[in-house]
């Protein structure tokens, strides 16, 4: 196969190149959202790898795109690559659940069922009393890994479907109650054993 009279072609200069900008683009912009959040999160350690490659493939990109600037196609392949992966990025971050997140729950009803509830299940539950604009309030306070927070709100609205409540990020935790990595049982009521995070 004439390899150099391929890259000459017409199809690869406005069809093979352009997707190769595109799916590029994606990749190191979904890469470099990714390094934001880890960075956010705290997790230094896989930081410079990802920036590393994220950087490599952005001045692969960018040098095929300065020597070929009349190309509109490349433009066009380099904007949705960009926009693409941020996306995608946010996405992939999502799945991954990456860190721990605080519920905080306000409710002038009696919270022990539900306290009983989610510490039986194997979080660990902080409650306080407060008062909010009708009286006394009960705030229950709980630090779940964010993959966890499904399960957490499954069982808050169980007791209470118009319970009011917050999901914050939270930097670090140590030393807390926390779910175990693996599941032990499906069902509702037993999905996952406790454990203190060490």
């Not at 995608?88 to 605080?102: F, Q, S």
Request: with cysteine.
């Amino acid at each position: 196969m004439d390899w150099q009279g391929f890259v000459d072609s017409g199809v690869f200069h406005w069809v093979i190149l352009p997707a190769l900008i595109f799916f590029a683009r994606v990749l190191d912009v979904s890469m470099g959202t990714m390094r934001i959040i880890l960075i956010a999160r705290g997790r230094r350690g896989i930081v410079p790898i990802i920036g590393f490659f994220e950087v490599f493939i952005w001045i692969s990109v960018m040098s095929q795109l300065m020597s070929r600037v009349d190309n509109p196609f490349y433009m066009v392949a380099y904007s949705a690559g960009f926009a693409t992966g941020n996306y995608l990025g946010m996405v992939i971050e999502n799945k991954l659940a990456i860190g721990k997140a605080c519920i905080r729950m306000i409710s002038g009803n009696d919270l022990l069922a539900l306290v009983n509830a989610l510490r039986k299940e194997g979080f660990g539950v902080t409650v306080a009393d407060g008062w909010g604009s009708k009286g006394p309030v009960k705030i229950m306070y709980t630090i779940v890994r964010r993959k966890e927070i499904p399960i957490a709100v499954q069982i808050i609205h169980r007791y209470d479907e118009k319970a009011f409540y917050t999901v914050e990020d939270v930097r670090d935790a140590r030393e807390g109650v926390f779910l175990r990595e693996t599941k032990v049982d499906k069902s509702p009521q037993q999905l996952w054993l406790r454990k203190k995070e060490k």
